[in-house]
């Protein structure tokens, strides 16, 4: 059983920031990826970020690279995603994500598809006005 909740989000004008936090508990976090994903009305999820079980690793769409940062903190259970200078078009609810198997090490496709989280959160809301 795990539970995973997110927080942080708001309305902002284009070119804030604000930090999403999403907190596990339930299993064993540290042995686990996590993934940050987002839904906007009317479209698909689809993927915004992935931490490597041991934070060696993250990734992100095209158009949120050197905008937003996943990062996380074991001692927390919690991982976060900094997003940064954004525009209208981030607008969306976020969700974050846990893998569904421990200490994986695959190519980057992998952490790209939703299939390969198990469990996600209730999402938390941006919305960037212009």
């Known amino acids: 059983q795990v539970h995973l909740v997110e927080s942080g989000g708001g309305l902002v004008q284009a070119g804030g920031s604000l930090r999403l936090s999403c907190a596990a508990s339930?299993?064993?976090?540290?042995?686990?990826?996590m993934g940050w994903f987002r839904q906007a009305p009317g479209k698909e999820r689809e993927f915004v970020a992935h931490?490597?079980?041991?934070?060696?690793?993250?990734y992100y769409r095209d158009s949120v690279k050197g905008r937003f940062f996943a990062s996380r903190d074991n001692a927390r259970n919690t991982v976060y995603l900094q997003i940064n200078s954004l525009r209208p078009e981030d607008t969306a609810d976020y969700y974050c994500?846990?893998?569904?198997?421990?200490?994986?090490?695959?190519?980057?496709?992998?952490?790209?598809?939703?299939?390969?989280?198990?469990?996600w959160g209730q999402g938390t809301q941006v919305t960037v006005s212009s």
């Open positions: 931490i490597r079980w041991n934070g060696e690793w993250t």
């Open positions: 994500a846990m893998e569904a198997t421990p200490f994986t090490d695959f190519n980057d496709w992998y952490y790209y598809k939703s299939t390969s989280y198990s469990d």
């Open positions: 339930g299993r064993t976090f540290s042995n686990f990826g």
